[in-house]
């Protein structure tokens, strides 16, 4: 029973549009949510996170919405380059969940030039 | 800073084998976490130390696996008579307690059970 989904698998985005890379999740004691970037041959590094209290968190180029009440969260990355093509995988935690990170099965993005 | 390291980046062993990881993470940081990655999965959460002590482990930790972080510093990962399905890459990660939801991670130990 997955608790993170992110139903697309695969995304193409030509360079200078818009990514926008979707996470659901079910367990309604989330509270705290992440994205990470992973390229090949490297373990996966942090890009931005959002807590259930806000409903927008921006850093540069990248952009996290959250839906509450939809139990949806979604990744903006404008403009899109070649170097952002790699998985990109949702997390979620809660205060119950401790240290304890669920991760989505991650989305792979490939920015044409 | 020199980020999180992880020895040896592959291993291949035969069913029956004990193996062991080991994870040097980042100076400062005080939480270390373990997790496996399966092909097309996200990272699974397998244990979590604070310093010295193992503070949360997960039901996918089965009494074949072990993690230590004996001085509060590096920690390893052995699993004992390794079975096809322990194939996976084990990912380390660091953090430290006033961020934690910051984790970073190193490159991953690749197993193969033959």
């Known amino acids: 029973d997955q608790q993170v989904k992110q139903n697309s698998p695969s995304l193409s985005v030509q360079e200078g549009r818009i990514s926008i890379l979707n996470c659901d999740y079910t367990?309604?004691?989330?509270?705290?949510f992440l994205w990470y970037k992973k390229y090949p041959a490297e373990g996966p590094t942090f890009l931005i996170s959002?807590?259930?209290?806000?409903d927008k968190n921006e850093d540069g180029r990248f952009t996290v919405f959250l839906n509450k009440s939809a139990k949806h969260l979604s990744l903006h990355i404008v403009p899109s380059q070649p170097g952002d093509s790699a998985v990109y995988f949702c997390?979620?935690?809660?205060?119950?969940?401790?240290?304890?990170?669920?991760f989505g099965p991650g989305t792979r993005l490939s920015v044409l030039p | 800073d020199t980020g999180v390291s992880q020895d040896p980046r592959h291993k291949i062993t035969k069913r029956g084998q004990n193996v062991t990881f080991r994870c040097d993470p980042i100076?400062?940081?005080?939480?270390l976490y373990w997790y496996r990655q399966t092909l097309g999965q996200g990272p699974e959460f397998l244990t979590y130390?604070?310093?010295?002590?193992?503070?949360?482990k997960s039901r996918l930790l089965s009494d074949r696996f072990s993690a230590e972080r004996p001085k509060g510093s590096f920690s390893t990962l052995e699993i004992q008579r390794t079975e096809q399905g322990d194939s996976a890459m084990y990912l380390c990660?660091?953090?430290?307690?006033?961020?934690?939801?910051?984790?970073?991670f190193g490159p991953g130990t690749r197993l193969t059970v033959t």
């Open positions: 130390f604070q310093n010295e002590a193992q503070l949360e």
């Open positions: 367990n309604s004691m989330f509270d705290y």
């Open positions: 997390a979620a935690s809660g205060r119950n969940y401790g240290q304890n990170f669920v």
């Open positions: 990660a660091s953090s430290r307690s006033s961020v934690t939801y910051e984790q970073y």
């Open positions: 959002i807590s259930s209290i806000k």
């Open positions: 100076s400062e940081h005080n939480r």
